[in-house]
């Protein structure tokens, strides 16, 4: 099944010029499922132009959910929860690791990490399972790297607060700031809220003022960015910013 997040990632490839094997390659995704969405996205756009359309019309199948047949589906083994029952085995380990020191013989093995999923009532193999712990023991911890960008290649938003005196009245306003790392430019608006209108508005009103889209757009754990986290480093992105991003070209990064 691909998800809405999934087709987006298909569509952008695909705009940056991409073939249907590379996408499906890079993506783990069946050619022919991405020829079908890239082929339909190129359509619409193309419909956007034809003036006796209803471009709301086109629009709302643009950011469509992808539909698909159950009949045909297969179901997927590994999945988010046995990823965080994975995390949290994996987590207590480490911590019997400080407390004992690394040569202790109170360490699970994987076979005894996979009959532990077993007992949480997940039907999934041992190899899978193996696979998994050695991708998660292997990860190599984050660093930050100092980094130079493009004129028009990355754009960062962000909220804050400002409290300000109108016509003598103490107010707190909410505002949405949009700036370039390689030029120093920003831009601010003011709003009394963060509601996804607004969020959305900051972003229709700034593509409009500079007359086009910046290639990434970058964010951080706000609630109209991410609907919710998928263990440890997985994030679901919010539908509406995902149709946002579909509509004008742009990539998401979230920090």
């Known amino acids: 099944m691909i998800k809405l997040m999934d087709k987006n990632a298909v569509i952008k490839l695909y ?15 069946n ?14 756009i193309e419909n956007l132009e034809v003036e006796s359309l209803d471009p709301k019309e086109i629009q709302e199948r643009i950011l469509s959910k992808p539909k698909y047949r159950s009949s045909n589906r297969k179901a997927y083994k590994y999945n988010a929860d046995i990823d965080v029952l994975l995390d949290t085995l994996l987590l207590e380990e480490k911590e019997k690791d400080s407390l004992l020191g690394t040569r202790h013989k109170q360490a699970l093995s994987n076979v005894q990490i996979h009959n532990k999923v077993i007992e949480a009532g997940y039907d999934i193999g041992i190899l899978t399972i193996s696979t998994k712990i050695k991708e998660k023991r292997t990860f190599i911890k984050e660093c930050f790297i100092r980094q130079e960008y493009a004129l028009g290649d990355r754009l960062e938003f962000d909220f804050g607060e400002v409290l300000l005196i109108i016509a003598g009245e103490r107010k707190k306003l909410h505002m949405a700031v949009l700036s370039s790392p390689c030029s120093g430019f920003r831009w601010a608006y003011l709003y009394t809220s963060q509601k996804k209108e607004v969020f959305q508005s ?19 754990n706000m609630k109209n960015v991410v609907s919710k986290f998928i263990g440890k480093h997985e994030k679901e992105l919010n539908e509406d910013l995902v149709n946002l991003a579909i509509y ?3 990539d998401t990064n979230v920090t």
């Open 202 to 220: 900051a972003h229709v009103d700034f593509f409009e003022m500079v007359g086009g889209v910046y290639r990434e757009v970058v964010y951080d």
């Open 248 to 250: 004008y070209g742009f």
């Open 15 to 29: 705009q940056r010029g991409e073939s249907y094997r590379a996408i499906g390659k890079s993506l783990g995704i």
């Open 31 to 44: 050619r022919k499922t991405v020829a079908k969405y890239c082929k339909e996205y190129s359509q619409e």
